[in-house]
Each structure stands twice: as C-alpha cells, then as structure tokens.
C-alpha cells in the first residue's frame, strides 16, 4: 500500500494537463483525490474555489495527513486555500473537535464563489445538508449543456442547487425550468442565478417530481392505495426541447420512490412524455452497482415502449479528476435524442 503522500502525489501527477485546462475554461473546482480509485477508499479532497474540501467516509482522517495533505495541494497548485474537513464516516456526524484543525477558520466556512466553465457557484463549506452545493462528477454533462442550449426550452428535473439550469442560461436556453421539491436547495439556485446577473432569470418550481412530471407529460396522478395525496402544484401538459434527468439513488415520498435500482422507468417514462420530438433527454445513474451496459439497454426499451425511438445515444464519461480503473464510473451519464 502507497503512503497517502505517495497516492496524494501520484494523483496531483496525473491531473497536471486537466488542471491547466480546467483552470484556462474559468474551472476552479474540480476533485484533486478519488480515494476510492487512487489509494484511499473513503477519502475525498475537492478544490472549491479558494476553498479545499477533504471528506471522509469511513473512517476519520488523522490530524497529521490532514495538514499534510492540506499544505502538499496549497504548495502544487502555489495558491494558499482554505480548509474543510468534513468527516461523514458515522452517520451524519462531522467532526468538529475543538482542535482548530478539525474546526476550519472562520475564513474557510464563509459564503465564497467558485467557477465552472466560466459561471460563478455558491460554495459554503457546512451547511444543513451534507453534500457540497455542487457535484463535481457532473461538470461535463454542464459543458454540454451549456454548449447545446441556445434558444431551447431547458427543463432541469432533482435541480438541487441549479447548477445545469444556470449552464443552460449560461449556453443562450431560451427558458429554464428547475424542479425540485426542497425549497433549501432551490433557495442556493436562486443564490447562484443573482452571483450571474449576466445570465437571463431562470423559473424555480418547488414541487414533488412524481406529480410535477406526470402532469407535464400528461399522465394521471394515482394515490397509494389507502393514501390521500398531499397537496401539490398545479403545471400544464407541456414539452421542453432539452430535459436533463438526474435524480438521487433513492428516495421515498407521498407521490412515489425514486429507486434507481429497481425502478428506473417509473422515473424515465414520463421525462420521455415531456421532451419534445427532435429533443434531447439526458439522462443519469449514479448508483455504483448499475452496470452501464444494463442501464443502457433499459432506458432505450422503454423508449422504444413508448414508441419514442432514440435516434441517437450518446455516453457522456465524467472528466479525468474522477478516474475509474475499471471503466464503470458510479455516475453514468446518457444523450438521448429523439
Ligand atoms: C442528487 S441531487 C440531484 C443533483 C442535481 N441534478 C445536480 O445537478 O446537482 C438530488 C435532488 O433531488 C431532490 N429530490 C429527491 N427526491 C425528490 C422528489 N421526490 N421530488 C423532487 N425532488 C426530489 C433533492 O431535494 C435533491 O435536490
């Protein structure tokens, strides 16, 4: 086993060309360690802006990696940033001992801004939720986004915090439609809109998916048999020219469950109903254990199922800094158009 200096190092090594490039299209937030793949399972350290964000999933990093991993990226990249450690090993505990280390400067858990692909992010270090307000592995599906949306109609489907409405802003989309069903994370979307003022204002729609996409597509809205539906907003049947589709692993609500392993058509079929003919559907699965080739062939026959063939499937990888060995990156990603 490689030291975490060495395995640190080595991955600082191999990201050298990525980095310059990132850094020349107005990227400062990219992922500088994927434990998992590169030496250290459990371990994450992201560059948000001035901010470095190190996590860990299994168990507890000691105090003297930390500032050695810490001061290590500061000197490679010559830019002094700002710590986090966020340690999400048990349950939802993060540490915060009282040893400063553990707790970050006040510096590091203020609101900052990072960039991607030239755009401005929220970035804030602790929050009420436990991920970091932007996910790194989807920053080429937001390029494309951005370089396939001018004058569409953009329907952002689990927006979380907006980031692929404001690339389709950002790319000349026509309108953009962002739905989510928690009013926090569309509040950070909000955030990131007014940190663009440049960018044309985007629609924020707090609702259920199930209801929401089932009355855009035209399908009925069905109770749990014994189970009266709480109320939800009113949408007309409508299409959008570019729907993106990422929704999380799992997930229960009153309308239905978001369940990537077994159900991914109760989510897929009615997203198809609601993007246009000639439109794109891109569409994600960020559950490890779905192999790429199985969830490929499921989504093309439920289009077929629905007699919406797919002219044309693309696989759109994340970049380099979220290296796979086995080339089955957790998150897959898919370009269907119609
Ligand atoms: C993994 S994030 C999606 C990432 C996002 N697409 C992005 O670009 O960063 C999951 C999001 O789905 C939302 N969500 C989960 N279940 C939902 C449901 N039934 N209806 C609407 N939103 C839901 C959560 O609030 C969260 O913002």
């Not at 199930?210 to 907003?233: E, V």
Request: hydrophobic fraction near 40%; proline fraction near 7%; charge should be neutral.
């Amino acid at each position: 086993m490689p030291s975490l200096d060495q395995a640190l190092r080595a991955a600082l090594h191999n990201r050298q060309d990525l980095i310059t490039e990132l850094h020349q299209q107005g990227t400062d937030c990219y992922r500088l360690f994927h434990g998992s793949q590169e030496g250290a399972g459990g371990l994450t350290i992201d560059r948000y802006g001035e901010q470095l964000l190190v996590q860990t999933f299994h168990q507890p990093l000691s105090r003297d990696d930390l500032l050695a991993a810490h001061a290590l990226i500061c000197s490679h990249l010559n830019q002094p940033l700002l710590l986090v450690y966020n340690d999400r090993s048990q349950g939802n505990s993060r540490i915060d001992r009282t040893d400063p280390v553990y707790q970050a400067e006040p510096a590091a858990l203020a609101d900052l801004v990072g960039h991607e692909w030239g755009l401005n992010y929220r970035v804030r270090g602790r929050h009420a939720g436990q991920d970091p307000l932007l996910f790194l592995d989807l920053r080429n599906a937001r390029g494309w986004i951005k370089a396939h949306s001018a004058g569409q109609s953009v329907l952002n489907l689990f927006a979380y915090t907006c980031g692929v409405g404001l690339s389709a802003a950002a790319g000349g989309a026509r309108e953009v439609v962002n739905l989510d069903f928690a009013e926090g994370n569309l509040a950070v979307g909000r955030e990131n809109g007014a940190l663009n003022p440049q960018l044309a204002p985007m629609q924020f729609v707090q609702s259920d998916y199930f209801p929401a996409i089932r009355q855009l597509a035209g399908l009925p809205i069905t109770a749990r048999r014994g189970h009266k539906l709480p109320p939800y907003p009113r949408l007309e049947q409508r299409q959008f020219d570019l729907v993106l589709l990422d929704p999380p692993a799992w997930a229960k609500s009153a309308f239905g469950t978001v369940d990537l392993l077994r159900d991914y058509q109760s989510l897929l079929k009615p997203a198809i109903l609601a993007t246009a003919d000639n439109g794109v559907l891109i569409c994600c699965n960020n559950l490890a254990k779905v192999a790429m080739a199985d969830w490929r062939e499921q989504v093309l026959r439920c289009a077929d199922k629905l007699g919406r063939p797919v002219r044309d499937c693309q696989v759109l990888p994340p970049a380099a800094d979220f290296p796979s060995h086995d080339g089955q990156p957790p998150l897959k990603t898919l370009i269907l158009q119609f």
